[in-house]
Nanobody, 127 residues
Framework: QVQLVESGGRLVQAGDSLRVSCAMSRRTLSNYAMGWFRQAPGKEREFVGGISRSGGSSDYRDSVKGRFTVSRDNAKNTVYLQMNSLIPEDTATYYC????????????????????WGQGTQVTVSS
């Protein structure tokens, strides 16, 4: 069974940067496309960004394009979400997700595409 553990979430000020991490255990990260989602209180869980197995392709929701970057280090079995120019609307619990697939270039965007989920890490952006 795939295990995903997020870390790095904390309270920051608007305009700050923060990097959250997701470590995979019990499996080899390079076999999985990865994604980041977030969920604010009272709202649906939404796609933030995703990265292909190879790391050569990525995609983001419009509201974070140019501010957030997903990256992966397959040697460390870890995926990262770098968040810059944070705004209060970015406040949410951030979840990483994984799906094993044959394609090395496909980026999954839908929640239903993913099989495995972490427990989440809280990011709070104060104004």
């Amino acid at each position: 069974q795939v295990q995903l553990v997020e870390s790095g979430g904390r309270l920051v000020q608007a305009g700050d940067s923060l990097r959250v991490s997701c470590a995979m255990s019990r499996r080899t990260l390079s076999n999985y496309a990865m994604g980041w989602f977030r969920q604010a209180p009272g709202k649906e869980r939404e796609f933030v960004g995703g990265i292909s197995r190879s790391g050569g392709s990525s995609d983001y929701r419009d509201s974070v394009k140019g501010r957030f970057t997903v990256s992966r280090d397959n040697a460390k079995n870890t995926v990262y979400l770098q968040m810059n120019s944070l705004i209060p609307e970015d406040t949410a619990t951030y979840y990483c997700a994984a799906v094993d697939m044959i394609s090395i270039s496909y980026v999954a965007r839908q929640r239903r595409d993913y099989k495995y989920w972490g427990q989440g890490t809280q990011v709070t952006v104060s104004s």
